[in-house]
T-cell receptor
Framework: AQSVTQPDIHITVSEGASLELRCNYS??????LFWYVQSPGQGLQLLLK??????LVQGIKGFEAEFKRSQSSFNLRKPSVHWSDAAEYFC????????????FGTGTRLQVFP | DGGITQSPKYLFRKEGQNVTLSCEQN?????MYWYRQDPGQGLRLIYY???????QKGDIAEGYSVSREKKESFPLTVTSAQKNPTAFYLC????????????FGSGTRLTVV
């Protein structure tokens, strides 16, 4: 079955520290992978996406993610976290030869301490 | 600027009532989606539509209904058959596979009182 796992429900980091949010997927077809961010009471904003090519993708707000097929992972990273990065982050996967439906993980809530 | 507009932002419903959530987009996107978000459960797909006058059930369609009479509009009705309707509802749209990635509205929080 298709699924996305975000093993960390809640992560707390200090401002200026590095960040890595984990995402593992299970998908039979060639995956399209996404990271979204959600501020409280708001919709989701696309941070970055991977379709093919270079496995390290750059996104907005200084985020990057690396696709590792052998580990079925697509972890999100940021070298130095800002207080404004506090939000909930969702990983999602879709298929190349399927409908446009995306499957979302359950999210990771990021808290940033000054 | 193009985008997706969801209204209202907050909605209160009495038990036994049907309510309709509005979703309008001016992005000229073909596909539109409704998701329900509950704490700790991520986003669950209710209905989606890839073309006007056609829509498909998602994973949790029971107690919900939709219509797609216009490309720009994809309203969601929460019926009295939905046993636990209190949630945050998100509408999204996408253009096609090449551009992929959804554009989301800002959501409607529905509370049953």
């Amino acid at each position: 079955a298709q699924s996305v796992t975000q093993p960390d429900i809640h992560i707390t980091v200090s401002e200026g520290a590095s960040l890595e949010l984990r995402c593992n997927y299970s998908y039979g077809a060639t995956p399209y992978l996404f990271w979204y961010v959600q501020s409280p009471g708001q919709g989701l904003q696309l941070l970055l996406k991977y379709f093919s090519g270079d496995t390290l993708v750059q996104g907005i707000k200084g985020f990057e993610a690396e696709f590792k097929r052998s580990q079925s992972s697509f972890n999100l990273r940021k070298p130095s976290v800002h207080w404004s990065d506090a939000a909930e982050y969702f990983c999602a996967v879709g298929a190349l030869y399927n409908t446009d439906k995306l499957i979302f993980g359950t999210g990771t809530r990021l808290q940033v301490f000054p | 600027d193009g985008g997706i507009t969801q209204s209202p932002k907050y909605l209160f419903r009495k038990e036994g009532q049907n309510v309709t959530l509005s979703c309008e987009q001016n992005l000229n996107h073909d596909a539109m989606y409704w998701y329900r978000q509950d704490p700790g459960q991520g986003l669950r797909l209710i209905y989606y539509s890839q073309i006007v006058n056609d829509f498909q059930k998602g994973d949790i369609a029971e107690g919900y209904s939709v219509s797609r009479e216009k490309k720009e509009s994809f309203p969601l009705t929460v019926t009295s058959a939905q046993k636990n309707p209190t949630a945050f509802y998100l509408c999204a749209s996408s253009k096609d596979r090449e551009s992929y990635g959804y554009t989301f509205g800002s959501g409607t929080r529905l509370t049953v009182v």
